[in-house]
């Protein structure tokens, strides 16, 4: 099992900067990729970003390419999302999730941090 706990979010106007934090505990050598979503209210939970555990690489939804960028500390079991140039189309509750094998099933979930992005 692993244990996500994401950390970070808050109020911001638009075009300010966020970074969020997601930590893993527990069987974190079983991370595969680890990724963002967030969910709007009334919208589905959408993809924003994801990051292979071991060699960095990473794919980001592309309404955010070149805005935010995810990078983890493996010696911290964190993974981060530093958000840029917010808009106000980028407010949603974010979530931390992460794979054992995959880029497109998660098998772990955290329990999401707020963005508002609001003047």
């Known amino acids: 099992q692993v244990q996500l706990v994401e950390s970070g979010g808050g109020l911001v106007q638009p075009g300010d900067s966020l970074r969020l934090s997601c930590a893993a505990s527990?069987?974190?050598?079983?991370?595969?990729?680890m990724a963002w979503f967030r969910q709007a209210p009334g919208k589905e939970r959408e993809f924003v970003a994801t990051?292979?555990?071991?060699?960095?690489?990473?794919y980001y939804e592309d309404s955010v390419k070149g805005r935010f960028t995810i990078y983890r500390d493996n010696a911290k079991n964190t993974v981060y999302l530093q958000m840029n140039s917010l808009k106000t189309e980028d407010a949603a509750v974010y979530y931390c999730?992460?794979?054992?094998?995959?880029?497109?099933?998660?098998?772990?979930w955290g329990q999401g941090t707020q963005v508002t992005v609001s003047s």
């Open positions: 527990g069987s974190t050598g079983s991370i595969y990729t």
């Open positions: 990051i292979n555990w071991n060699s960095g690489s990473a």
């Open positions: 999730a992460a794979s054992r094998g995959s880029y497109y099933k998660y098998d772990y």
